[in-house]
């Protein structure tokens, strides 16, 4: 075919393909906007005809269905029409062949098929209940179509011939010359390279005749270069055929794993046995880094940087030897290989090749011999036996131990050692175990060759084959006859030790009780004998003698809780208790001894803290009394922090009591530190030291918190001080925070300039008042607290709290703190005063001080007085936090006289007792017995029953439950229990007595008085004797019990007595929320079946009322307690409906008196609240 002809063709053709493409494009958009139209049209009336069915659907209304069937199968485009529902068809109609072909088109907007099927879901909500399915015909798409095709065809087919008719006369005209050229490359094909052509004219074709003639000669000239180097190239592809198919065969046979990599440490090669062993495919190896897939992370560094090592000096330590190192697998676990490694130099680029061996088995192998070799030669006797038990092989060892020879036992089975001591049960367990576990480990008896019986430490092991049957039986025992002996020696040893120890504690026990009575005596003589007229001389050797009792008195309770915690005797008794009370209590025991050194006590508690923890207070109390007590001792200047915090755990009820002592002694080394928790160890074990003490205080503090479940930390530096912390596992309740929330929003946003010259009780105050949102500023000296007094705007009612050390080389500090007030009148100024410091109130007072803080500053005290300088507050009256849950205990000092029963059967007790009870002007009558206890109690009346609880023949508990059954006029008497057992069942069996309250011997002097004057001050004061001016007109001899007052005013007259008159709002306010809590409890328990708790309330309430006046009030709560108490619902209810009114009246007088007594009591309120 010409060139003209093929051009002419080739235009035509392009031509036709054009408008091909023009055609078919008219014609797919004219169907896809057809198609589309009808998707549209259709999808729309599916949806339309779903949405209408859709209630029928859901209640399966077959006949509506089919009435909107049947209409919607009159529009003419609707085929068919299918509804489904509940699973299965509900109706149908249309062209049967259309509904037995119906298929959802592949394509939404294209019909497959004359039918263009449609779907549409029925929904009710995201359910789907049901579908509908519709068929609409696409038959007049076609036509449209097929009349557009034809139109279409005849325009191109007309276009494309006239299109050829131009072509060909263009073509004419311009190929005469190309067909010269043609013929020249028709020469060239025929003859060879080399012909040239004439040439003619500088147009296109004369350039391209030249070029053909250019070509022809190059050409000619390579066309023998190539048939030679053709040749040699089959040659070589012939060779490296041969070599790749060698490789190959290799690489597949080799039994050793080939890993080949390049410079970068990438696999380029990777056979099969790699792929065995590394688990990896080749396609997963080849591309990624040998030293990331294969190589362990722990070995990657070194093998990186012998690489880099390798390829920078052409030296590598492992090239070409045969080395063992680890391997990583694909799973992540690592494996012993051999490994050996050869680089191999290519023109382009440096590979290694590695040829990698799995010794797993080998090494496997190995030890399993070396072990073998190991056991057939240890002491432990060794016997292996077949699946049946007969002994195959023994060991030297065995021989040894059971006598027999291996001649002896081969073949037979191990039940030749059987002892007869163990019974079919435990040798049927025995293989039971083995079965199961494939193993058995234990203790039995053998009989040895020569009939002797000797105990011995078992193991058998069951090996298993591929298919996890039993092969044979490898069993390893000991002979223990001599361990045994040790431990029979043992056991008898500590059962002896024991024995010592239960027997030096109970002598420790009954001793140190029959040594602390006289000694008890003797100190409370030498204190009554204090109290008496004495000239210096006597007063000292009196002096002595009470602090030399005390010592040992101190020691021997620290003896006697060092063996019961060594005995395990020492018991716990856990309860609620306020953690912020016995610091304070603590704090304000040792505080006068400290601040006499000049050394101050100061408390920071923790905010967010609970309001009460449940634990053993008795021991938590003694464990701080001596971190604090030991802290006094130990330090002579600057100060001791006692810090309480909680550390709340993830358990929402329980966490941490953190209690932190810290001070500024001596401290303590760290070589005294390793022995600090042994007893009777002191930091100081010189035989000249200063402190003296026996060295179980810690050691108890030590064992009482590990009882606990605690921690105890000693961190201290010598010469630095020592800082101890317990820590102690406790549940929480309530917020402490709560009780303070209303004297914080005064205080908030006021800031608090604090003077002292201690640097720990500054500190520790300015922590205090910052852990609770205060902001303070603190100042040691007087030139810049003076600065910042001159700084203070009055009107911005600044507060300044100014301590007042005591000693006598404080004196300047006193005497410029005292004068300030009155130089500086319009500011507010808070008082600390040393807790010694006699009258600092009326002193206080005349200096200008808004109110006065004693320290230890307590936290409630600390903020109620300062916000008591503001004027925020009336008074600190009323807390309900800290100390002043309770009444202050009265002055023992103003105790009224009182008539006094003391039941006791020893001497010296008696004498004791006597002796305190006559010095307070007490009227005392003895009983030696219970017996006669009870006599007395029916001839006379007592104010008081002091009842020892051990004694000969009736005991106090007797003797109290046939007092109180009994008419005698002591029925309703205070009786305190005296017992030197003071466990919570001893308590709870007093109380249960019918006891008052409890009195540990052996008695201690202040113990005894502040106990009388407590239950003395909360009886009302008894009238005189005064003969009735009328006894025929008076209202008991006329049968009516005489009305009792509401408010008795002379009640708070004795109280006022007891204590101080300015105490007494305080006080009144403290019993008024208690009673009103107590009264609402009572009331909300009318309908309760708890009358253990309602006679509890009452019980409280019964006291507080008597303590202040509220005779009525005390009255019905009496009743109301014996009701609960009775279980007597009638007179129950009608004195809990009776309360309301009498509370409210005595609540309302109580007001009214403490207003009263507010006024007629001092401005400046001090001490604590």
């Not at 008195?553 to 208790?577: H, P």
């Not at 609970?610 to 802290?631: C, F, M, W």
């Not at 046939?962 to 309703?972: H, K, L, V």
């Amino acid at each position: 075919m010409s060139f003209r002809l093929k051009t002419i063709l080739g235009i035509a053709l392009i031509e036709s393909i054009l408008l091909v493409i023009l055609i078919v494009s008219g014609l797919s958009f004219l169907r896809a906007s057809n198609e589309t139209q009808l998707a549209q049209h259709a999808f729309t009336l599916t949806h339309f005809f779903a949405a209408t069915i859709k209630d029928a659907v859901i209640t399966t209304d077959l006949a509506t269905i089919e009435s909107a069937l049947q209409e919607i199968l009159d529009t003419p485009e609707v085929v068919y029409v299918r509804v489904y529902g509940q699973g299965m068809v509900l109706a149908e109609g249309g062209a049967p062949s259309a509904l037995e072909h119906a298929a959802p088109d592949h394509h939404q907007r294209r019909a497959d098929d004359p039918v263009f099927d449609a779907r549409a879901e029925i929904r009710v909500g995201t359910q789907p209940i049901g579908q509908v399915e519709m068929g609409f015909s696409a038959d007049h798409i076609h036509t449209v179509l097929a009349s557009a095709q034809r139109w279409s065809s005849a325009i191109a087919a007309i276009e494309v011939v006239l299109v050829a008719i131009f072509s060909f006369v263009l073509g004419t005209i311009l190929t005469r010359r190309l067909q010269r050229l043609h013929d020249g490359a028709e020469e060239v094909t025929r003859r060879g390279p080399g012909l040239q052509i004439p040439v003619q004219g500088r147009d296109e074709v004369a350039r391209l005749t030249r070029s053909f003639n250019r070509m022809s000669g190059r050409l000619a000239e390579t066309y023998e270069q190539l048939s030679v180097a053709l040749q040699d190239s089959r040659e070589l592809a012939r060779a490296t055929t041969q070599g790749e198919a060698k490789n190959a065969a290799t690489l597949a046979a080799s039994l050793d794993a080939i890993v080949t990599v390049d410079a970068d440490g990438r696999i380029i090669e990777f056979n099969g046995n790699a792929e065995h062993i590394f688990g990896y495919a080749a396609h997963e190896a080849i591309g990624a880094s040998m030293s990331e897939l294969l190589i362990p992370p722990a070995y990657r560094a070194a093998h990186e940087q012998g690489m880099e090592r390798y390829l920078a000096s052409g030296v590598g330590r492992v090239i070409n030897r045969r080395i063992e190192l680890s391997a990583l697998h694909k799973d992540g676990h690592t494996f012993p290989i051999e490994l050996n490694i050869a680089p191999i130099a290519t023109e382009d680029d440096l590979i290694f090749t590695s040829f990698i061996r799995d010794i797993t088995d080998r090494q496997r192998v190995e030890q399993e011999l070396k072990l073998a070799a190991q056991a057939l030669e240890a002491d432990e006797a060794i016997f292996i036996t077949n699946r049946d038990g007969e002994i195959l092989r023994i060991n030297e060892a065995f021989t040894r131990i059971t006598g027999y020879s291996e001649a002896e036992v081969l073949g037979r089975n191990p039940r030749i050692l059987s002892s007869g001591r163990h019974d079919r049960a435990f040798y049927q367990a025995m293989w039971g175990n083995i079965a199961r576990r494939g193993g058995w480990r234990g203790e039995l008896y053998n009989r040895r060759k020569d009939g002797t019986i000797y105990p011995e430490s078992l193991s058998i092991t069951a090996v298993k084959d591929a298919t996890g049957a039993t092969t044979n039986y490898v069993a390893h025992f000991v002979d223990i006859t001599e361990r045994k002996r040790n431990e029979e020696s043992l056991k008898n040893a500590r059962r002896q030790a024991e024995a010592a120890s239960e027997a030096k504690s109970r002598f420790l026990a009954t001793m140190s009780h029959e040594i602390r009575t006289p000694l008890n005596s003797i100190i409370n003589m030498n204190n009554l004998l204090l109290e008496s007229d004495l000239d210096a001389e006597q007063r000292q050797f009196a002096t002595a003698a009470v602090n030399g009792g005390q010592l040992l008195l101190a020691l021997l309770n620290n003896v006697l809780d060092f063996s019961k915690i060594e005995a395990g005797k020492l018991t716990l008794e856990r309860q609620w208790f306020r953690a912020i009370d016995i610091v304070n209590t603590v704090a304000s025991l040792f505080s006068a001894e400290a601040q006499s050194k000049g050394v101050e006590v100061v408390v920071v508690a923790a905010s967010g803290i609970p309001s009460e923890y449940h634990g053993d207070i008795l021991r938590t109390k003694q464990v701080l009394t001596n971190l604090v007590g030991n802290a006094v001792k130990f330090t002579d200047s600057g100060g001791i922090r006692i810090g309480l915090d909680y550390r709340r755990s993830t358990d929402a009820s329980r966490g941490t009591l953190l209690l932190e002592v810290e001070d500024t002694g001596i401290g303590i080394s760290e070589a005294q530190q390793r022995t600090l928790f042994e007893e009777f160890v002191q930091a100081d074990n010189s035989p000249t030291r200063r402190y003296q003490g026996s060295g179980l205080g810690l050691t108890i503090s030590l064992r009482l918190i590990e009882l606990m479940g605690g921690h105890l930390e000693c961190r201290s530096r010598e010469g630095e001080g020592a800082r101890f912390t317990a820590e102690l596992p406790v549940s929480g309740r309530g917020a402490h925070d709560a009780d303070l929330a209303e004297i914080l929003g005064h205080l908030r946003h006021r800031t608090v300039d604090v003077f002292s010259a201690n640097p720990v009780l500054l500190k520790g105050i300015v922590e205090q008042l910052e852990r609770y949102g205060i902001a303070s500023q603190a100042f040691d000296r007087a030139p810049d607290l003076e600065a910042a007094l001159q700084r203070l705007d009055p009107e911005d009612a600044p507060l300044v709290l100014l301590d007042t050390p005591s000693g006598a080389a404080q004196a300047a500090d006193v005497d410029y703190v005292k004068r300030l007030p009155n130089r500086y009148p319009l500011l507010r100024f808070v008082r600390l005063a040393p807790m010694g410091e006699v009258g600092a109130i009326d002193v206080s007072k005349r200096l200008g001080f808004r109110s006065v803080v004693r320290k230890p500053a307590r936290l409630y005290s600390l903020l109620a007085y300062l916000a008591e300088a503001l004027g925020s507050v009336a008074s600190a009256a009323a807390p309900t936090t800290e100390a002043a849950q309770q009444p202050r205990a009265p002055d023992p000092r103003g105790t009224r006289p009182a008539r006094i029963l003391l039941v006791e059967d020893s001497p010296s007790n008696v004498a004791v007792a006597t002796a305190i009870l006559q010095k307070s002007k007490h009227e005392v009558v003895v009983a030696w017995s219970g017996e006669e206890a009870i006599e007395c109690a029916e001839e006379s009346r007592f104010d008081l029953i002091l009842m020892d609880i051990s004694m000969p023949l009736m005991d106090g508990l007797e003797a109290t439950r046939r007092i109180r059954a009994g008419d005698s006029p002591n029925r309703e008497t205070t009786i305190i229990a005296m017992t030197a057992n003071a466990f919570a069942e001893d308590r709870e069996r007093c109380f249960s007595a019918g006891m008052n309250d409890f009195l540990s011997k052996p008695i201690d002097i202040g113990n005894l008085r502040r106990m009388i004057a407590k239950w003395l001050s909360l009886q009302p004061a008894r009238r005189p004797p005064s003969p009735p001016e009328d006894p025929g007109a008076s209202p008991t001899a006329l049968g009516v019990e005489p009305p009792l007052p509401h408010l008795d005013p002379r009640v708070l007259d004795q109280l006022a007595d007891n204590t101080a008159p300015e105490l007494v709002p305080e006080l009144i306010g403290m019993f008024l929320k208690e009673s009103t809590e107590r009264v609402a409890t009572l009331i909300d328990q009318r309908i309760s079946e708890d009358t253990g708790r309602i006679q509890n309330e009452a019980h409280s309430l019964k006291s507080g009322a008597g303590s202040f006046g509220a005779l009525r009030l005390q009255r019905l709560a009496q009743e109301i307690e014996k009701a609960a108490k009775e279980k007597d619902r009638e007179a129950l209810a009608t004195s809990l409906l009776e309360l309301p009114n009498v509370a409210e009246t005595s609540i309302e007088l109580l007001r009214q008196a403490c207003v009263q007594w507010r006024e007629k009591s001092p401005t400046v309120q001090g001490g604590e609240p």
